[in-house]
């Protein structure tokens, strides 16, 4: 019980259980998805679609390599990737972790996605998507079973001074945190072309 509680004292979304809703039964006005890299680590993406002024969190694409013992190529990663929004029409903005160049030449090569490369800055991007949480600006599809698991062990390390994440089981959270964090800085930058963000 007492580690319970404190696991629940450390979370970084603590609000996220009233972030939980079922997206509107209609089509997206927009789509956008997010997408944090991983080889033995988890791949892990998030579909938003905007219903108003709201982004909904729709489904989710998590493949560990750990988990499952056997590593996926970028090109097996993008196959995945294409049959996850396969039934979208249209051109999709895809927002990656800038790490990951080799997969984002593999998605520049292929016409549906316009890649962005994300803002990966770790404090801005939680406090922001807190704020989005938390003022009903992002909603999160109960069908998304891994970013539940996920939201739930996420927690502050308190090893050290500053604000910082326990870097374990995160990678739906910075993909999530990449959707707020670019969004907000091209909407605050006014990029030509950019949706108007959550």
Do not use: C
Not at 116 to 125: F, P, S
């Amino acid at each position: 019980i007492l580690g319970e509680w404190a696991l629940a004292e450390g979370l970084i979304y603590p609000m996220y259980e009233d972030a939980i809703e079922k997206p509107p039964d209609r089509t997206a006005e927009k789509y956008i998805m997010s997408l944090d890299y991983g080889t033995q680590n988890a791949f892990a993406a998030i579909l938003w679609g905007k219903y108003g002024d709201v982004w909904y969190a729709l489904r989710e694409y998590y493949y560990s390599g750990r988990d499952a013992g056997t590593q996926k190529t970028d090109e097996e990663y993008g196959e995945d990737i294409d049959k996850f929004v396969e039934d979208i029409d249209g051109n999709i903005k895809v927002t990656v972790d800038p790490s990951a160049a080799s997969f984002i030449a593999l998605l520049r090569k292929k016409p549906k996605f316009s890649v962005l490369k994300a803002d990966n800055d770790v404090a801005d991007g939680i406090r922001e998507t807190a704020t989005a949480m938390q003022t009903g600006r992002i909603k999160i599809s109960p069908d998304m079973t891994n970013w539940k698991k996920e939201v739930e062990g996420y927690v502050w390390d308190d090893t050290v001074k500053e604000d910082k994440p326990v870097k374990v089981n995160d990678h739906l959270m910075d993909a999530m945190r990449y959707f707020v964090k670019t969004l907000d800085r091209d909407r605050k930058s006014g990029s030509a072309g950019m949706p108007r963000p959550i």
